[in-house]
């Protein structure tokens, strides 16, 4: 596609071949739930039709693809294909490194107290294995990486944090995180779902431990297929979980069952793979390095400031920081008298969809989004304030 389109009219290209969701939607809420693109649902409907004709037959040719999907995610955060494992969510992939992680009684671990539930509750789970977990609240719509560091101390072996807040949109500096972790002797746990995608990543140069995403979201892939990273030094010293048939060297086939993990993260795969939704989590992966990553990031950057200036001429206030380093793809907005939920309700009666979460409005478009969709969006608002 990057090829046929020039940089003036590839998005408009991209919406018309890859997002029939337009036809109906002004779709803004990709920190929630993404659409498919339509080759990733192509991927879908064959592999529908290919168990109903073949069943297993050429299960082996959808295997051999795995390994090119794990290259194509390694490559989009600068990794390397053994350090990928697959999983079906976020959460499995932050409990992974949680119930595996080598604590001793007394250690604990340090994030932000506005984190997504799922990085912290793995986190409290390990109270009684002596385990503390240390929240940080945010101030000024920020959080600040000093009162981060303030709060590790000696015994701290983890930080763990979104790449994106999920309720404000701000984004944590992780360079200046994983320079306080190397200073601290403390890994960085990074939980990418609502960055990835809508930002980028390069774990050689900002050397984070793990990184955990699930692809539904920015990253334009179905629900139950994602990704855990693990740095090379950490495989051998995080404890595998889930262990079976796809975790060791040799074949399920073998009598003897010789119990010899794999050297590189394929040991967290323990059983069979969510097939379809990794091969349409790949096309989805695909479409990213042939439109390019970075210039997607920006795309989407630009897209969050048309959506902060749509909402601000309708009365709303953007929440949190507005230096350009802290913004994201994820707009969060606040009204005086207004209750947001109904405002979700009644957009979406409008055609455009967007979400609320915990008291605010939240915007998050993507790179397809267009002039007339943040027209749609603009007029809805404004029967808002006059109807609700």
Not at 153 to 179: H, K, P
Request: proline share 5%; charged share 25%; with cysteine.
């Amino acid at each position: 596609m990057s090829g046929q389109c020039s940089s003036i009219d590839i998005w408009g290209a991209l919406r018309e071949t890859e997002f029939p969701v337009t036809r109906q939607w002004a779709y803004f809420d990709h920190a929630a739930v993404a659409p498919l693109p339509r080759r990733s649902g192509n991927v879908l409907r064959a592999w529908t039709q290919e168990q109903e004709l073949n069943g297993c037959v050429h299960w082996p040719e959808w295997e051999a693809k795995l390994e090119v999907i794990r290259g194509d995610v390694a490559r989009l955060i600068g990794a390397d294909p053994e350090e990928v494992a697959f999983v079906n969510s976020t959460t499995q992939g932050l409990g992974l490194i949680a119930e595996g992680f080598p604590w001793n009684d007394g250690d604990n671990v340090v994030t932000v107290s506005e984190e997504y539930p799922s990085n912290i509750y793995p986190w409290m789970n390990l109270a009684d294995r002596g385990v503390s977990l240390r929240t940080v609240p945010s101030r000024d719509g920020r959080v600040w990486v000093e009162d981060l560091a303030n709060a590790m101390d000696a015994r701290t072996r983890l930080l763990t944090i979104s790449y994106v807040e999920w309720t404000s949109g701000f984004r944590n500096d992780l360079d200046a995180l994983a320079d306080v972790c190397q200073s601290k002797g403390a890994a960085l746990c990074l939980d990418a779902i609502q960055g990835l995608g809508a930002l980028t990543i390069d774990v050689r140069r900002t050397p984070v431990d793990f990184v955990c995403a699930d692809g539904h979201k920015w990253l334009l892939g179905p629900e139950g297929a994602g990704f855990l990273y693990v740095r090379r030094d950490w495989i051998d010293r995080l404890r595998p979980l889930g262990v079976g048939w796809h975790s060791v060297v040799g074949s399920y086939n073998d009598p003897l069952n010789v119990y010899q993990l794999k050297p590189n993260a394929q040991r967290w795969e323990g059983g069979s793979f969510n097939m379809p939704g990794l091969q349409a989590f790949g096309a989805s992966v695909g479409l990213f390095h042939e439109l390019g990553p970075d210039r997607v990031s920006r795309r989407v950057l630009e897209n969050a400031e048309k959506g902060r200036r749509v909402a601000e001429s309708c009365g709303w206030t953007v929440v949190g920081s507005r230096r350009p380093e802290d913004l994201s793809g994820i707009v969060a907005l606040e009204r005086s008298g207004t209750d947001p939920d109904a405002v979700v309700r009644f957009l979406r009666e409008r055609g455009v969809a967007l979400a609320c979460r915990r008291g605010r409005l939240r915007i998050s478009a993507h790179c397809y989004n267009n002039d007339d969709d943040f027209d749609r969006l603009e007029r809805a608002l404004r029967d808002a304030n006059q109807g609700l």
